[in-house]
């Protein structure tokens, strides 16, 4: 992956060429790993339009890396569910405006309420992204997260541990006022979105307090997987409340990501 300031787009041709290849070798599940996957709303149509003329009529299409909400209206999450797609993420960031406004993500509260809530009543399995330590975020700011992680019927919630890339803005705040806890050649080496060890503080959130908001999110996220599986499952009655726990247990969970035959059975027991 290479990341910078300039957006390099496949063309939709190109795009479903590639699926066509693999779809001729038996294979209907695909994946846009695409942080910007929505952002030009022409070439989503296009695409859509070219899996229906091939007659590709039995995908099943994710984009869990996080589309923005401002760029995912209903007209085109209903063309996308029309072709395959079924389980979406957006980069939802935080939990309130001040935060937004402080990460300069130049979308309000309301336009992502309003992508959540359409996006759940198409259907979509749903996944939100947020970040934990954002310049000027307080242990309130992250309450308000938590509400909002807990408040929708969505599929998964994700709280991610803020790596600072070098030559960022963030990277440069905090070098200049000396809040890394660690060296780069130290984190961008060993901690992960998932690591409970912060990188960094801010005066509005200590190491200590940062710690203990990445386990807070953490038991969030079980429960959010937890109310999805006992939806996904309320065909098994009593006994998706039991099995619950067990299936969105950390150990499960590592063990399915590195099990093809449990991650199989997981999509099959939950309709996918």
Not at 37 to 66: H, M, P, Q, S, W
Not at 110 to 138: H, K, M, W
Not at 198 to 222: C, I, N
């Amino acid at each position: 992956m290479v990341a910078g300031r300039q957006l390099r787009f496949r063309s939709a041709e190109h795009v479903v060429d590639e699926i066509a290849y693999w779809y001729e070798r038996g294979y209907r599940k695909f994946n846009f790993v695409d942080d910007n996957f929505t952002f030009k709303y022409d070439r989503v149509y296009a695409i859509c339009d070219l899996i229906e003329e091939r007659g590709f009529n039995d995908l099943k299409i994710t984009n869990a890396n996080g589309i923005r909400a401002d760029k995912a209206d209903r007209d085109l999450l209903i063309r996308m569910r029309e072709v395959g797609f079924y389980y979406i993420g957006f980069g939802v960031e935080c939990g309130n405006d001040k935060i937004l406004k402080n990460i300069k993500k130049g979308e309000t509260m309301a336009q992502i309420r309003e992508a959540i809530e359409t996006a759940c009543d198409l259907g979509y399995d749903v996944v939100l992204n947020f970040l934990v330590g954002s310049p000027g975020e307080t242990w309130e700011d992250i309450e308000d997260s938590v509400a909002m992680a807990l408040e929708y019927p969505v599929m998964d919630v994700r709280f991610n541990n803020i790596t600072p890339t070098p030559r960022s803005e963030l990277f440069e705040w905090l070098e200049e006022n000396d809040y890394f806890i660690q060296t780069p050649e130290q984190y961008l080496n060993s901690v992960t979105s998932w690591s409970y060890e912060p990188v960094y503080y801010t005066p509005d959130l200590s190491a200590d307090e940062k710690r203990r908001a990445l386990q807070y999110t953490r038991k969030t996220r079980k429960k959010v997987l937890e109310k999805a599986f006992i939806r996904k499952t309320k065909r098994f009655g009593p006994l998706a409340k039991l099995v619950a726990p067990i299936v969105t247990s950390d150990r499960f969970m590592d063990a399915m990501m590195y099990s093809p035959k449990l991650l199989k059975l997981a999509e099959k027991i939950r309709g996918n």
